[in-house]
């Protein structure tokens, strides 16, 4: 139409972002719904979606805004926050972020829309800054080995009590913990050791080998900023059988003795001063250290060195068998995401300044806190912090000049005040600070130090060439580009992952993150000062309960494993209160994710598997008969819903009664949301609680393997016993999480409104389906719902492919490298498949384009089916070829072309691994997870 005669609402393109986030135009949709053979997008939608469970009304959210109005009614909210510059400390500490980091990484969709790197090969360039990450732990912490980060200093606290528990000799159950730990870090600990039956034991360190425990937690510096030598109590608690853990500070450690030179077994802590913003508690990278011995007890992620076909150093994720999915409620933890964008960032910190960089700042920190010190003459030994005894009515004049003057001190009690230093602190805030309390000092007229020389830092760090070579802009920008280059993210082609929901990250969702109004605040800032964030807080919640249907959400779980946890815990504690802490049954489908037992285990829970009929569904009468036999013990049922097979169940309704029925609850795990929004509601359905993955249905990016939200939605029976409520412990270091990157998903849910949202669902289903018509004939589809459809995903069956040529899904998933996809997400929930979800982004080109390469790959099969070519000398088997099979003698019996550029399309937007097919067994063989020697990385 004539936009000159067309009406004013249409001219204001109000729901235009619905069309930019959902992939399909109105002219495909047709052509894929004739493809999947219904004639419209409603009757596709009333054959996968049980009628029992449809909402039978619009979401209770308004309409689609457009970006711009969105960014400023978000920009109104942020606003309403006071950013002042913070000393409060306690873990949290004002930090620059590199501007080349910042833009480079932060900002750049290459990093940050990348997937956790299971796909070794086509994520060379993370996992490479992760080794960074994990050497520059290693080195300053004084261990042998580190992990590729955990999800905050609180939690790893909290899994350094579980590992000892699993690697200490004694028997014990009792845990010290130093009363100078940093207080979330203890309320952590109380939910933790109470899920596991352990009992908390406090006092000083050198108290600790007075009791008879499995382990201890001591802090350095701690709570009062108070640094002193943890030789011998470390030494006492291990003589006694004991395993020590010591929570630490990264920057302190650059001029500090490391606690791995005394003693210590597990060192923690996070690296959020390493150029992350504070972002009100996160996302930031918790760090985990341990000794060799010890490393195959260790949570999360550890990525180690390996090497490829051609025997060049690669890597990759080492020691996989300790995943979930294998070892379920055996499993070290139930950790799946970490936080790999901001250990990134801090590792590349680390890159670009250096080890004089870092001594440099460290130095500059101490110096402006021993002068502030000295010129309020507190005395002692510490690196950061210091505490002020002040008269009595003192400190409300003192806090409340400083806040006026800009600053927030941190109260330790009614007469004693404590102020942290950091990188942003100069030398004019410390002239002020002085004159608030009625001091001045000459700055530069002395050298003060109170770090006494035997706790000063002898040993070298940082040695490797990586830490030493980058240090102008022009290097950094590139050696970032080109660990970039190595990697597949959204931004070069679809990540069809199953149980993923690699979907757009708009930028207009992502900008808000970097405001100063969100990402520099103190998360224990007064709240007169956080308004914005309580906004956007009550708002959020809104949204999501009417999303969902619950009566209440918490935002403080920080992973979707931690919403597990705290919805299990939540229970728990429901329970408990009605004289029924004898409940201890979780009944959990063998078609469950991995994490699923894992978190079970840790709140107390004794798993119970419950069959799957040969549909892939829940097996009604195992079911029935496992929740009458424990029907006295019974706690609860997490299911995943649509199904981990990918199919609406249709009895949902009659499973969440049968658990009712005997008295236990509902969890629902919400890995699989992405098909329901709009469509039905967990709490509709009969879900007592929900997990809310953040980082898959509403839009926060995975970013290489973290960070994710994981917030739950609960009846009002169990909000009395959410994190936070009414004493109840808690289960993440910060109030709310990670809240920095929650105004990511307000934005993703006001940008599309209720209609938006429910559009989305409807075209995640039809892409879903749409690839299932297109690869069926090809490879089998191996469950669908009663009429024959799939919910948003997929899985295609490889068996008899592998039964009879010895192809491997594997194989499959390396050779899709050569077309440029990412693969499927591999033999899960079933041994021997692919299970594709290509979520509503992705438009019909795209799926076409994946398709053709699938429907290629299957071709190639049929060639060593036919004898043509053998399997071993094959491209599937060869997979993923590299620009160094190009260039070397060709003596394999296919063509080079067909090897790199399959399909003709295929060159115009070539990736080209950076190596080739990587072994995995011998990286688990010769276990190395710190940076390669120079001399073999150029290989």
């Not at 449809?54 to 457009?66: E, F, G, K, N, Q």
């Not at 069959?611 to 995943?640: F, P, R, V, Y």
């Amino acid at each position: 139409m004539n936009p000159l005669l067309r009406p004013l609402a249409e001219l204001e393109q109000r729901a235009e972002f619905v069309a930019r986030h959902i992939g399909p135009d109105d002219g495909e949709v047709q052509q894929m719904l004739a493809t999947v053979g219904v004639d419209s997008l409603a009757t596709l939608i009333d054959a996968t979606v049980p009628a029992a469970i449809r909402l039978t009304r619009s979401l209770d959210l308004p309409a689609p805004m457009p970006e711009q109005a969105a960014l400023a009614a978000l920009r109104t909210i942020a606003e309403k926050n006071n950013v002042k510059k913070s000393c409060i400390g306690l873990g949290y500490y004002g930090t620059h972020t590199p501007p080349v980091i910042l833009r480079n990484l932060f900002e750049n969709p290459g990093w940050y829309t990348a997937y956790t790197p299971y796909q070794a090969e086509i994520s060379q360039g993370r996992l490479e800054a992760l080794i960074n990450f994990q050497q520059m732990v290693t080195d300053l912490t004084g261990m042998e080995i580190s992990n590729a980060s955990l999800l905050d200093e609180a939690t790893a606290a909290a899994e350094a009590m579980a590992m000892a528990r699993r690697i200490a000799k004694v028997e014990s159950n009792v845990f010290f913990v130093d009363d100078a730990c940093f207080p979330q870090t203890i309320a952590v600990l109380k939910t933790r050791a109470a899920g596991f039956g352990f009992e908390l034991v406090f006092g000083r360190p050198e108290d600790a080998g007075q009791h008879a425990v499995f382990g201890a937690l001591l802090q350095y510096p701690n709570a009062h900023g108070a640094i002193a030598d943890l030789s011998a109590p470390i030494a006492a608690i291990k003589n006694a059988g004991g395993i020590v853990a010591v929570a630490s500070d990264l920057m302190a450690l650059v001029l500090l003795k490391p606690p791995g030179e005394m003693g210590a077994d597990i060192v923690l802590g996070s690296s959020q001063r390493f150029g992350v913003p504070m972002g009100y508690g996160g996302p930031h990278a918790a760090f985990f250290a341990t000794r060799e011995a010890t490393v195959r007890a260790m949570p999360g992620r550890i990525i180690g060195v390996s090497k490829d076909a051609r025997g060049k150093p690669a890597y990759r994720m080492a020691l996989q068998t300790r995943e979930q999915h294998i070892r379920r409620e055996k499993a070290n933890s139930n950790i799946c995401t970490s936080q790999v964008l901001l250990a990134n960032m801090a590792g590349i910190y680390a890159v670009w300044h250096g080890p004089h960089g870092l001594r440099t700042i460290a130095g500059r920190i101490h110096r402006l806190a021993a002068l502030l010190a000295q010129a309020l003459e507190v005395n002692g030994a510490f690196f950061d912090t210091i505490q002020i005894k002040v008269g009595a009515g003192e400190t409300a004049r003192i806090h409340a000049a400083a806040a006026a003057a800009g600053y927030n001190l941190r109260p330790v009690n009614a007469t004693t005040i404590a102020i942290s230093v950091d990188e942003t602190t100069t030398r004019e805030d410390i002239a002020c600070l002085l004159a608030i309390f009625g001091k001045s000092a000459a700055l530069d007229d002395t050298t003060p130090c109170a770090i006494p020389p035997a706790l000063q830092r002898t040993s070298t760090f940082l040695t490797h060439p990586v830490f030493n070579s980058h240090h102008t802009e022009h290097g950094l920008l590139r050696y970032l580009k080109r660990l970039q280059n190595r990697d597949l993210a959204l931004d070069h082609s679809m990540i069809p992952l199953g149980s993923c929901t690699m979907k757009l990250n708009a930028a207009a969702e992502m900008i808000p993150v970097s405001w100063p109004e969100f990402a520099q605040i103190h998360p224990f800032a007064p709240p007169d000062q956080t308004q914005g964030y309580a906004e956007l807080f009550r708002k959020l919640s809104a949204q999501l309960m009417a999303i969902t249907g619950f009566d209440a959400v918490s935002l403080q779980p920080n992973s979707g494993a931690q919403g597990e946890y705290a919805g299990l815990t939540a229970i728990r504690r429901y329970q408990a209160s009605r004289n029924e802490a004898h409940r201890n049954i979780c009944l959990i489908p063998k078609s469950a994710h991995g994490t699923n037992p894992a978190t079970a285990q840790m709140c107390g829970l004794e798993v119970i598997a419950v069959a799957c009929d040969a549909q892939g569904n829940i097996d009604l009468a195992d079911l029935e008969a496992k929740a009458g036999q424990h029907a006295a013990k019974l706690s609860c049922l997490m299911l995943t819903y649509p199904s981990t097979h990918g199919v609406f169940e249709a009895a949902v309704k009659d499973i969440c009664a049968i658990i009712h029925a005997h008295s236990g609850q509902v969890y629902m795990d919400g890995a699989n949301l992405n098909a329901q929004v709009g469509l039905t509601r967990p709490a509709d359905i009969g879900a007592d609680v929900a997990h809310i993955n953040l980082h898959k249905t509403f839009a926060i990016p995975h970013g290489g393997g973290g960070p994710g939200m994981g917030p739950i939605g609960v009846k009002s029976h169990l909000i009395p016993f959410l994190p936070g409520q009414n004493g109840q412990g808690a289960v993440s270091a910060a109030p709310w999480g990670s809240a920095a990157i929650l105004p990511i998903s307000w934005m993703y849910i006001t940008l599309l409104g209720g209609s938006g949202l429910r559009r989305a669902s409807e075209i995640a289903i039809l892409n879903a389906n749409y690839i299932a018509a297109r690869l069926t004939g090809h490879y089998p589809v191996l469950y669908a719902g009663v009429q024959g459809r799939v919910a948003h995903e997929c899985i295609l069956d490889i068996r008899t492919i592998k039964s009879n040529t010895g192809v491997t899904e594997s194989d499959i998933a390396k050779r899709l490298m050569d077309y440029g996809f990412h693969a499927p997400t591999v033999s899960f929930p079933v041994a021997g498949t692919l299970m594709v979800e290509p979520t509503e982004s992705e438009n019909k080109a795209e799926l076409d384009r994946f398709c053709a390469a699938m429907i290629s790959i299957r071709e190639e099969i049929r060639q060593i089916e036919r004898g043509e070519w053998l399997l071993d000398a094959s491209p599937l088997r060869h997979a993923p070829h590299t620009s160094a099979d190009l260039v070397a003698e060709w003596t394999r019996p296919y063509p080079r072309a067909t090897a790199v550029f399959p399909l003709p399309w295929v060159a115009a937007n070539k990736f080209w691994p950076s190596v080739n097919r990587i072994d995995d067994a011998y990286g688990d063989r010769t276990l190395f997870c710190a940076c390669v020697p120079i001399e073999e990385s150029v290989r």
